[in-house]
């Protein structure tokens, strides 16, 4: 199995079209970055962690799922970058590669000595939209290979679908 490890806020300030929604709507870069890290997921078939620093959401850490990928808020006073050391430790086993994905040089060093692998804000960008062009492609050919369904589906019923398949509720 692998796994993605994704330093959240450091891919957001690396990435032209996040950085830009970041500075004027924080959640809202965040919840892109979720969304592109579910279409990665559902494409390489990694099991996606998101982690992001407490320092912007203040409380006790927070965990959930969106689009069925993991999304980890970090305790007060710790760090994006210990929680996904302490995770590439705990969660590398024989049978899993574990991959971060962060432009922090000092973090890169630190998660090499635990033999995971890294990639780059810049390289997963790149990964990202090899995958998007990917996913237009399969859905163009699939689009004219299929006949004209013979049933119509309203635009609400085709976004309820389109929820079914990225796994959300």
């Known amino acids: 199995m692998d796994i993605l490890l994704v330093d959240g806020y450091n891919i957001i300030g690396a990435w032209p079209e996040l950085r830009a929604l970041k500075d004027s709507d924080l959640p809202a870069a965040r919840d892109l970055l979720v969304e592109k890290m579910a279409e990665y997921q559902a494409y390489s078939g990694y099991r996606v962690i998101v982690v992001f620093d407490a320092h912007y959401v203040k409380g006790t850490e927070k965990k959930y799922k969106n689009y069925k990928v993991e999304v980890?808020?970090?305790?007060?006073?710790?760090?994006a970058d210990e929680r996904i050391e302490k995770m590439a430790i705990s969660l590398s086993n024989r049978k899993t590669q574990i991959h971060v994905a962060t432009s922090d040089y000092t973090e890169q060093w630190a998660i090499f000595g635990q033999g995971a692998l890294r990639k780059s804000a810049r390289e997963l960008l790149i990964e990202m939209s090899s995958i998007e062009k990917g996913i237009e492609k399969k859905v163009k050919t699939i689009q004219e290979k299929r006949p004209a369904s013979k049933i119509q589906i309203s635009d609400e019923l085709a976004e309820i679908f389109e929820?079914?398949?990225r796994g959300e509720k």
């Open 163 to 165: 929820k079914w398949r």
């Open 72 to 79: 980890i808020f970090t305790k007060e006073n710790e760090t």
